[in-house]
Structure formats: structure tokens, C-alpha cells
């Protein structure tokens, strides 16, 4: 099993009964305290999607709200909750910190979006346009534009610390694939003391006492 496999598998946390999702990560002290043990929350519906077009890092625009017409950048998505999160868009101001001593900290966080209030942008016109999925004729998915007919690629993944896999060039610091798959190790039953004295040519006169294990 690959270890991205791997990882992939981890990263499904499987939510408790009655777990509301949130814009925090289940796993996440945030989460613990909107939904703590035992505890039955309300249940909200939410409208299926049985095709979700918007991918994070897709270029939106929003259709509602304060901030009706202004384009960004899917963050996040939940769609659980059928929500998308935009860069500097939809903020709310909130106190952060604050003590008896202490008013907090001013800061602005991104309020979620329904999906339904979000389009994404043609790149061909930079307009909002509904999407369709559709099949090329080698049989891959891809997501077209009603209005123009122009194929909309998927959003580069990036990485917290901004680096695209894809995009990737290794340095002259850099360890090479090759390197890295190349088994170098030999396994031995001797210790390390005895490897190095094997390697130096460094031969043991002496009689060694028996130990044992228990």
C-alpha cells in the first residue's frame, strides 16, 4: 500500500451520530467544543449535490450577499454542508483572546457560502457560467462551460507551504528519487559495535562473557 494511499485513508475521519459539521476540522479542538460527548445536536438538512463542480482552488463569483459580484479563491470546501470558503470574502469581525484584562484581538474571518450563492468563472471571459461534466473522447472528465463551450481545467493542488508537486524542480540539495528508493541498507545479526569493528578490521582477543535475557 502507497503511503499517499495511506495517508488518504487516515485523513476520513467517519463523524459520530448527531455530529454537526462545522467550518473546523472534526478532529480539531474547535469541533470537540461545538459537539462534545453525549450531546445531541439539532439536524439541519441539507439539498443533495450529485455533481459538485466547485473544486478548491477554483476562481468563483458570488451571486448573494454583501459581497455580491466580487470574484475569489475557493480555500475550502464542505460539503457536508454544502459550503464553500473564498479568500478575504464574506468576513465577519470578531475578539479573539479576550480576558478580564484583555478586550482581544480584532481579527476578520471568512464566513462560509452555499454553494448555490457561488458560480464558477469562465476562463474565457471571466464571466460566471453554469457548469455540466462531460467526457472527452480519450474518456476523461472534465468540467465545460454551458455559455462558451470551453473546458474548465481543474485547480492546481498546492500545498500548505505553496509548493505544487507537479510544478516541482529538485535543487542541487534536493534528493533524487533514485536515491531515495535506492536500498543501501544490508540487515545483520550483529550489533552496531561489531559492524564498525568489522568494517575498521579490528579483531577482539579477548573472550566474551555470556549474557542473558529474560
Known amino acids: ?20 459539521q462545522g467550518t473546523s476540522r472534526p478532529w480539531t479542538l474547535a469541533a470537540h467544543r461545538r459537539n462534545p460527548p453525549g450531546r445531541q445536536r439539532r439536524k439541519i438538512p441539507v439539498e443533495a449535490v450529485t455533481d459538485w463542480v466547485v473544486l478548491r482552488g477554483d476562481t468563483v463569483e458570488i451571486l448573494k450577499g454583501k459581497d455580491a459580484g466580487k470574484q475569489g479563491k475557493v480555500s475550502q470546501v464542505i460539503r457536508a454542508r454544502n459550503w464553500v470558503i473564498l479568500d478575504g470574502l464574506n468576513t465577519h469581525y470578531r475578539y479573539i483572546g479576550k480576558t478580564d484584562d484583555y478586550r482581544g484581538t480584532y481579527v476578520a ?11 464558477l468563472v469562465d476562463p474565457a471571459d471571466r464571466q460566471p457560467t453554469e457548469v455540466e461534466w462531460r467526457f472527452t473522447e480519450e474518456g476523461e472528465k472534465v468540467r465545460v462551460s454551458a455559455r462558451t463551450g470551453r473546458i474548465i481545467p481543474r485547480p492546481v493542488f498546492q500545498r500548505r507551504d505553496g509548493i505544487v508537486p507537479e510544478q516541482w524542480k529538485d535543487g542541487p540539495k534536493d534528493t533524487s528519487v533514485d536515491d531515495a528508493l535506492d536500498a543501501t541498507y544490508t540487515p545483520s545479526l550483529r550489533s552496531f559495535e561489531e559492524e564498525v569493528a568489522v568494517k575498521m578490521g579490528i579483531r577482539e582477543s579477548g573472550v566474551q562473557r555470556r549474557s542473558f535475557w529474560y
Open 1 to 20: 500500500m502507497r503511503l499517499a494511499a495511506l495517508l488518504l485513508a487516515a485523513a476520513k475521519v467517519k463523524a459520530p451520530a448527531g455530529y454537526r
Open 109 to 119: 474571518s471568512e464566513a462560509p457560502l452555499l454553494l448555490s450563492h457561488v458560480a
